[in-house]
């Protein structure tokens, strides 16, 4: 323990010292800054507008807006050590390339965040006025109580002169006075961090607020239309997916068990007919039946595989891909390590894109050898099926791809496929955790 954290308090102590030292110097020129902004500011806006209706004020206000932005940008490149994150630089009304030179002119006095510039030109120094007398009262505090030891003898002291101890009871000999003065030094010191800090933020919150809010709205609302967006397509992309594996189930179960239950039913109505005529004929028709019974069997498991596999629900899904491995009929390279069990929904979106990818690698590359990977990485799950067939894949719309694109958009994935002619496939799905 000792040796882990003795470390850190140096560390510590050094990012304290560079904050205070950030804050004490934002406060400091925040103030002179905030006196000339209010100047300029004032002082070029009411001209402007006092001399408008003559024509003379609106260069003047097209110059007074641009001070204020000017003065806008300064604080928004001072904002970020205080802040302690990036600030991002707004959207500023800009007008078309064949406007004339008049309506480019006009175009900064239609832009809200030019009007919210200036309005923090004009009353910056409200906070930084009050921030800057918080702050140089406190490093007075704290520099005049620990130094007074050293230089108060020197201070006259004539029979009408009594300094601040005096004044509040204490004792006037000069042991007194150097504790009394120390006291406050410490007091200053102990609460100097936490002053400045906060006299900081006052000001560095109040330029955020006219300088940066709207931007910052506008990026939330994007953020927020991007999401709904994202949100709809894996939907859609849901939707899609359980339609088009509702439609290959229908067409499996007619093609495949429904014919033979078909001709179960009519086998077992010949063997009821031969009973009575044809004992061994009758005999070899319940055999048939029996084999045709066998194999619709395995045919529903082979199609509850695709459902819901057993063996992924049980025992995971190294284990599922190892018996999908198993069943291929192209010799798989399978490298799927062993970690704990998954989000239902990822384990069968993995499940399925390894088991499609390898159901068309046997029916349509040609390829010798498909290599399977799986592995767990930062940001979710990788899965890679890559084979050295004749490729020519496609995620386009009318392929075999789109249904299993649209399975891993809607877990929230990315699948991407590449295949050029003669040269293999490689098949990527990235799945979020």
Known sequence: MTTTSAPLAPARANGILRKLGNDTLYVLVGFPLGILAVVLCMTLFWLGVGTAIIWIGLPILIAAMGVARGLATLERARLRPVLDQPVQHPYYKKSRPEAGIFRKLLTPLTDGQVWLDMLHGMFRFIPSTISFAFVVTWWSGVLNGLTWGLWGWALPNGPDDQDL????????????????????????????????????????????????????????????????????????????????????????????????????????????????????????????????????????????????????????????????????TVPVDLDAPQFERLDPAVESTAYFVVAEALTNVAKHSYASEVRVSVQRIATGLLVTVSDDGNGGASLAKGHGLAGLDDRVRAAGGVLSVESPVGQGTVLTAALPL
């Open 165 to 328: 101890p005096e004044l509040l009871g204490f004792d006037g000999s000069y042991g007194t006075k150097v504790a009394f003065y120390l006291a406050t030094g410490v007091f200053f010191a102990g609460t100097l961090y936490w002053v400045v800090r906060g006299a900081a933020l006052l000001e560095a919150y109040f330029a955020r607020a006219l300088l940066c809010g709207v931007n910052d709205l506008r990026q939330q609302v994007v953020q927020a239309n991007a999401a709904r967006e994202v949100a709809q397509e894996q939907k859609a992309a849901a939707v899609s997916a359980e339609a088009t594996a509702l439609r290959r189930l229908e067409r499996d179960i007619h093609d495949g068990p429904q014919q033979r239950l078909v001709r179960l039913a009519m086998d077992l109505g010949r063997a009821e007919q031969q009973f009575a005529t044809d004992p061994e004929a009758a005999r070899a028709t319940v055999a048939e039946a029996l084999t045709q019974t066998r194999e619709t069997l395995d045919e529903l498991r082979a199609l509850s595989r695709g459902i819901a596999p057993p063996i992924l629900v049980d025992r995971g899904l190294q284990a599922a891909l190892t018996a999908l491995a198993g069943r291929c």
